[in-house]
């Protein structure tokens, strides 16, 4: 998206500000296409009485929307973000699923104007494939990434699946974050990936083993380490509502990433869609293949936080994981994630029922 190269400065004024600090108060954000520490005569004002002032959302986690996926060949990336803006999201990483090299390539290709992109497979478990194809899941491949690093921004990596444990801090040093997901790694291995350099867990508490009290495995390792961010799929579908709540008040909002891993229906109807070359059936709002297993969701980051507050996070909380914690995450948070000055102007306004009234990217206002 292009900008302007002149920007007006704006008031929000009279709104519920959620500050650097992520607390609440009454008050005015002012800001041009970065956030200003205070306000100035004659600037446009925006009454924002009656509604909450926030940090734009930030999926790190998102597949596609609106019919197409990051594995598109079709996939209209500016379509694509201007879908997410208008729902509240200002920065999102495309997300690929399990694909030959010569595929990723092109979608890399084809989402050139994105921040970065996010592997989600191939060097995955073939135990634990979720929504991705079998026979195209491999080894972790060092050379292909480091080919790709300077657009790959983190990768999914089942550490337990032939040599992907001792060629993990090879990948860590190249500067691609390692997340932790579909596997089937114990609670020892999954302690080595995270002392190798792994950061994150993928899409907790799916696909991959449960938490159990003799058998803790990757989950139990990651809540046993410190540092570790753990994503959820605050949809309700994915993970029982409780968990959600249960995740934040075990670690918190500084290490929980709320995504959406939202695929190619979002944004439309239920019916037939693919992923990847998989068959995705779409019913009340539910993506799932034909022998039943999920597919990725079709709600929308700003749906996950409205949904993660009706599960009991508070809001404040809520949007941390989705801003501020997320930019954390992939190393982004000096420039997104919070309303501090000097951060980009990527600003959500919220009414008290948690609907869109308006958005902000690096100062342009878009809805």
């Known amino acids: 998206m292009q900008q302007n190269e002149r920007y007006d400065l704006m008031i929000l004024k009279n709104g519920t500000i959620l500050g650097a600090d992520f607390t609440f108060s009454q008050g005015n954000l002012c800001f041009n296409d970065k956030i200003q520490p205070s306000t100035v005569n004659d600037d446009t004002e925006l009454d924002c009485r009656d509604a909450y002032v926030l940090p734009g959302l930030i999926d790190i ?28 999201v200002t920065t999102f990483i495309p997300t690929t699923v399990t694909d030959t090299k010569e595929n ?28 991705h194809a079998l026979e195209k899941i491999c080894e972790l491949d060092v050379d292909f990434l480091n080919s790709v690093k300077d657009r790959v921004i983190m990768t999914t990596v089942a550490p337990e699946a032939g040599n992907n444990l001792s060629k993990l801090a090879d990948v860590v040093k190249m500067g691609i974050r390692v997340s932790v997901g579909h596997s089937m790694a114990d609670y020892q291995t999954a302690l080595k990936a995270y002392a190798a350099g792994a950061t994150q867990v993928t899409h907790t508490f799916n696909c991959c083993p449960p938490l159990e009290h003799r058998e803790p495995g990757l989950i139990g390792a990651a809540f046993d380490t410190d540092g570790i961010f753990c994503e959820v799929i605050s949809d309700g579908v994915h993970v029982h509502p409780s968990i959600v709540r249960m995740l934040y008040r075990l670690l918190g909002a500084d290490r929980v990433v709320l995504i959406s891993d939202a695929i190619s229906p979002t944004g439309l109807s239920d019916g037939e869609y693919t992923l990847a070359g998989l068959h995705v059936f779409v019913k009340n709002a539910e993506a799932r293949l034909a022998d039943g297993r999920l597919a990725g969701s079709t709600v929308t980051l700003t749906e996950a936080v409205r949904r993660a507050v009706k599960f009991g996070v508070p809001l404040e909380d809520a949007v941390k994981m989705a801003s501020l914690t997320p930019a954390r995450a992939i190393g982004k948070e000096d420039t997104i994630g919070s ?26 206002q878009i809805v």
């Open 104 to 131: 990723i390539l092109y979608a890399l290709d084809k989402l050139k104007d994105a921040v970065a992109i996010n592997m989600e497979g191939p060097y995955i478990s073939d135990k634990k494939p979720g929504a």
């Open 339 to 364: 309303l501090e000055a000097g951060k980009d102007a990527d600003v959500l306004v919220l009414n008290k029922d948690l609907s869109v009234r308006h958005v902000f990217y690096k100062g342009k």
């Open 61 to 88: 986690h998102t597949h596609g929307a609106l019919g197409f996926e990051a594995n598109d060949k079709k996939v209209d990336y500016d379509a694509w973000q201007q879908f997410l803006l208008k729902n509240g």
